[in-house]
């Protein structure tokens, strides 16, 4: 009980202030959960990124469940997705109710001038930080800075898993001699899959059962097919939402379509809480509830189920020696992230300012480690008052 409350309690927090997309919420948990509280390490957020970026769905809320489920199982796992989406839930909820009542748009701009900077600095402080840890030797460094590169210069999620897939053979060719031998008999956890099964079943025959005829069962099947088809996150979504929300069912315009969307990405938490929005509008609080539990629900139950696989099986010398070669390989897609939200997300804005901001931001928390709440909330006061 003490584990729940604590995982409760934790992502409440993290889901009420990880502005600017699932990497910031990510470096958010590292933040709390491994530098100030040390409830967890380094290792298994690297191997949490590493496993969701390889599945379908949002993955931020897919390492909250792998995070979750570390610390107190299947439960652990379910409180820490309700309370990671519990916040950004009710602000996308009261935003759809402003728009629906006012039918315009709030400017949210100048606060969020000063939040991304801020973002940024504290993404560049977890990559440094975990990469401090994680990069021992010259071949680490040189798949991180590969990594980085490869996001650089390659778009597409393609290129995700083929830094996953190069990393990981990387570090069986360069790394597999270097490990210990564990010991054969892993209790494989077989109770929990079972579980996790079962209910990933009972999800899929709900979505067959309740997708002829009524207008929730259209969301739910509609959110689920995307929840379990797509990779990439949420900007990778986004598109395949329009074309299946505006161009194909013709449920949304384009306003009402970059409107939901808007409202995801200026309330914390991941991107698509935008389905509360979508949902809302085509079914009131139950739509709502309905179209967010099948945006995110089906994709953390199939994370849940392999990575129970994932925990019987590292202790393999083949998978050990791929986790090290991964885990530099997440480094530097963690500095990528930063670099690009700094880019994307502050035209428009003072770059010297832009400029500071990210650095005093990374050198409070790398340096004195101040809470990302802090300096989240302080870069949004700052560029409300400037611009």
Request: hydrophobic letters at 55%; glycine letters at 10%.
């Given at each position: 009980?003490?584990?729940?409350?604590?995982?409760?309690?934790?992502?409440?927090?993290?889901?009420s202030t990880s502005f600017g997309g699932y990497m910031t919420l990510i470096s958010m948990m590292r933040n709390k959960m491994v530098t100030r509280d040390k409830s967890v390490d380094d290792?298994?957020?690297?191997?949490?990124?590493?496993?969701?970026?390889?599945?379908?769905?949002?993955?931020?809320?897919?390492?909250?469940?792998?995070?979750?489920?570390?610390?107190?199982?299947?439960?652990?796992?379910?409180?820490?997705?309700?309370?990671?989406?519990?916040?950004?839930?009710?602000?996308?909820?009261?935003?759809?109710?402003?728009?629906?009542?006012?039918?315009?748009?709030?400017?949210?701009?100048?606060?969020?001038?000063?939040?991304?900077?801020?973002?940024?600095?504290?993404?560049?402080?977890?990559?440094?930080?975990?990469?401090?840890?994680?990069?021992?030797?010259?071949?680490?460094?040189?798949?991180?800075?590969?990594?980085?590169?490869?996001?650089?210069?390659?778009?597409?999620?393609?290129?995700?898993?083929?830094?996953?897939?190069?990393?990981?053979?990387?570090?069986?060719?360069?790394?597999?001699?270097?490990?210990?031998?564990?010991?054969?008999?892993?209790n494989k956890p077989w109770k929990p899959i079972l579980l996790s099964l079962g209910i990933y079943v009972v999800v899929l025959v709900a979505i067959i059962l309740f997708s002829s005829g009524?207008?929730?069962?259209?969301?739910?099947?509609?959110?689920?097919?995307?929840?379990?088809?797509?990779?990439?996150?949420?900007?990778?979504?986004?598109?395949?939402?329009?074309?299946?929300?505006?161009?194909?069912?013709?449920?949304?315009?384009?306003?009402?379509?970059?409107?939901?969307?808007?409202?995801?990405?200026?309330?914390?938490?991941?991107?698509?809480?935008?389905?509360?929005?979508?949902?809302?509008?085509?079914?009131?609080?139950?739509?709502?509830?309905?179209?967010?539990?099948?945006?995110?629900?089906?994709?953390?139950?199939?994370?849940?189920?392999?990575?129970?696989?994932?925990?019987?099986?590292?202790?393999?010398?083949?998978?050990?020696?791929?986790?090290?070669?991964?885990?530099?390989?997440?480094?530097?897609?963690?500095?990528?992230?930063?670099?690009?939200?700094?880019?994307?997300?502050?035209?428009?804005?003072?770059?010297?300012?832009?400029?500071?901001?990210?650095?005093?931001?990374?050198?409070?928390?790398?340096?004195?480690?101040?809470?990302?709440?802090?300096?989240?909330?302080?870069?949004?006061?700052?560029?409300?008052?400037?611009?």
């Amino acid at each position: 009980m003490k584990q729940l409350l604590y995982l409760f309690k934790t992502f409440i927090l993290i889901g009420s202030t990880s502005f600017g997309g699932y990497m910031t919420l990510i470096s958010m948990m590292r933040n709390k959960m491994v530098t100030r509280d040390k409830s967890v390490d380094d290792n298994l957020i690297a191997e949490g990124i590493s496993l969701a970026s390889m599945l379908p769905g949002p993955v931020a809320v897919n390492v909250v469940a792998y995070t979750g489920f570390h610390i107190a199982g299947i439960a652990g796992a379910l409180v820490s997705i309700i309370s990671v989406l519990a916040p950004s839930f009710i602000l996308v909820l009261g935003l759809t109710l402003v728009y629906i009542q006012a039918g315009s748009k709030i400017g949210f701009e100048s606060i969020l001038l000063g939040i991304f900077p801020v973002v940024a600095g504290v993404i560049f402080s977890t990559g440094v930080s975990m990469g401090r840890k994680i990069c021992t030797k010259l071949p680490h460094y040189g798949i991180a800075v590969l990594s980085f590169a490869l996001l650089f210069f390659l778009k597409g999620y393609w290129v995700i898993l083929l830094i996953l897939g190069l990393s990981a053979v990387a570090g069986v060719l360069l790394f597999r001699k270097e490990i210990t031998p564990a010991p054969t008999s892993v209790n494989k956890p077989w109770k929990p899959i079972l579980l996790s099964l079962g209910i990933y079943v009972v999800v899929l025959v709900a979505i067959i059962l309740f997708s002829s005829g009524s207008i929730l069962g259209k969301l739910l099947e509609q959110f689920s097919y995307v929840s379990l088809t797509l990779f990439g996150g949420g900007y990778v979504m986004v598109p395949v939402l329009k074309s299946i929300l505006v161009d194909q069912l013709n449920w949304f315009n384009n306003q009402e379509f970059i409107y939901g969307i808007s409202i995801g990405q200026v309330t914390p938490g991941p991107i698509l809480i935008s389905s509360v929005f979508f949902g809302y509008k085509m079914a009131g609080i139950a739509g709502a509830l309905i179209a967010t539990i099948a945006i995110f629900f089906p994709s953390a139950m199939l994370m849940l189920i392999l990575s129970n696989i994932f925990i019987s099986l590292k202790h393999n010398m083949i998978v050990q020696s791929a986790l090290m070669g991964l885990k530099p390989a997440v480094v530097g897609m963690i500095l990528y992230s930063g670099f690009s939200i700094f880019i994307g997300q502050t035209t428009g804005a003072n770059l010297f300012l832009s400029v500071a901001l990210t650095a005093v931001t990374f050198w409070l928390v790398f340096r004195f480690n101040i809470a990302t709440v802090i300096v989240i909330l302080g870069g949004g006061i700052l560029g409300f008052l400037i611009y």
